[in-house]
Structure formats: structure tokens, C-alpha cells
């Protein structure tokens, strides 16, 4: 069984749906038993980081997930509140990266938010088994993690290259939304699903 954490966030649909294509048994829960029995855990969301912390603190949910060791996926806020800081919202997260998420520079040239289709390089790691280098992915978001040594892809934006994925042990974080992403976001899922 797969639980896929319940949390103040937008867009947990479209990653059941995304579950559901590909035959896997999946739960949207914010119990914690539940979420440690799961074989699989999927963080994902769309939304505010001090908000959603904030939720996931008073449902204790921040600790168990600290705490699990089966294989966990973060999708875009899912993976950005696995570092251990965020600017929005001056957020202390959960660190299980080391890394602080920062907004896109104003007044650079960047739009903001980074809104559509960007290749994904240097791509690493089980999550990307069979995935071609310079595939593209769906990406909404405004803030970012700069390059990291537990960097498992990089995408560019307007010339600032960024951690489009992390990994460490058996957590896995992706900034893009595979379950918006045609093929290759499928190939994500099946990849943490029957890889990790």
C-alpha cells in the first residue's frame, strides 16, 4: 500500500489519479500509523511552506516522517519541505536535506512563477532508470534549491541551473510534477514504485 501524506497542500488528486493509472494501491491519509505501515510514501503538493508545516507539526506527522525508512517520494512543496529551510515564509522544514529553498532572484529577468515544460540533465539514480537525458518535465513553482551535492537532476531556468531532483537513502525529492508530465512523469512513478 501506498499513503500518500494528507496535508494542507492542492493537487493530491492528479498524483491518486496518477497511482491509480498505474494499478498501485494508494491511501490519502494524515494518520501517522498508517503512513508507517505504507510500503511506499508519497509527499505532494502544491501550496504555502510555513502553512503546511505547520499542519504537519500539529498532526506530528514532521517526526514520522523524519523517522521512516521506506522508500518516500516529495513532489515540488513535498520536496522543498524536505530541506532544512525555506524562504517563504522564513520556514524552518524538516532537514532531511541540507539545503535552504530560495525564491527565484526578482527583478533578474526570471518570471515568476517558473510556469511549463523544461528538460531535466544530468539525471541519476533509480528514479530515473530508462529516462532519457534532456527529457522534459511539467514545473510550478516560485521558489527553488540550488545545486546540491544530493542533486539527482538539474534543470535550468533562464541561465541559473537548480536541483530539479534530490536524493539521499531512501528519500527521494522531485521539484517537477511527474504526475503532470506526460511518459516521462510516468516512468517516474513506476520507477519509485518498483525500483526504490
Request: net charge negative; with cysteine.
Amino acid at each position: 500500500m501506498i499513503a500518500v501524506i494528507k496535508y494542507n497542500a492542492g493537487n493530491i488528486l492528479s498524483v491518486m489519479c496518477a497511482l491509480e493509472r498505474l494499478g498501485a494501491e494508494a491511501v490519502l491519509t494524515d494518520d501517522p500509523e498508517t503512513i508507517k505501515k505504507a510500503e511506499r510514501v508519497i509527499f505532494p503538493g502544491v501550496g504555502e511552506a510555513s502553512t503546511a508545516m505547520r499542519y504537519l507539526d500539529e498532526r506530528g506527522l514532521s517526526d514520522v516522517i523524519r523517522g521512516l525508512d521506506q522508500p518516500f517520494l516529495g513532489i515540488c512543496l513535498g520536496m522543498q519541505l524536505m530541506c532544512s529551510f525555506s524562504e517563504e515564509g522564513n520556514t524552518e522544514c524538516l532537514g532531511i536535506f541540507p539545503e535552504h529553498v530560495r525564491l527565484f532572484p526578482k527583478g533578474q529577468g526570471y518570471k515568476i512563477p517558473h510556469v511549463g515544460w523544461n528538460t531535466v540533465s544530468r539525471l541519476s539514480g533509480p528514479l530515473f532508470s530508462g529516462v532519457p537525458d534532456e527529457s522534459y518535465f511539467y514545473f510550478v513553482h516560485s521558489y527553488f534549491v540550488p545545486l546540491s551535492s544530493d542533486a539527482s537532476s538539474v534543470t535550468s531556468y533562464d541561465g541559473l541551473d537548480f536541483s530539479a531532483s534530490l536524493s539521499r537513502g531512501n528519500f527521494y525529492g522531485v521539484q517537477f510534477h511527474p504526475e503532470k508530465s506526460g511518459e516521462a512523469g510516468e516512468m517516474i512513478l513506476r520507477n519509485f514504485l518498483e525500483r526504490t
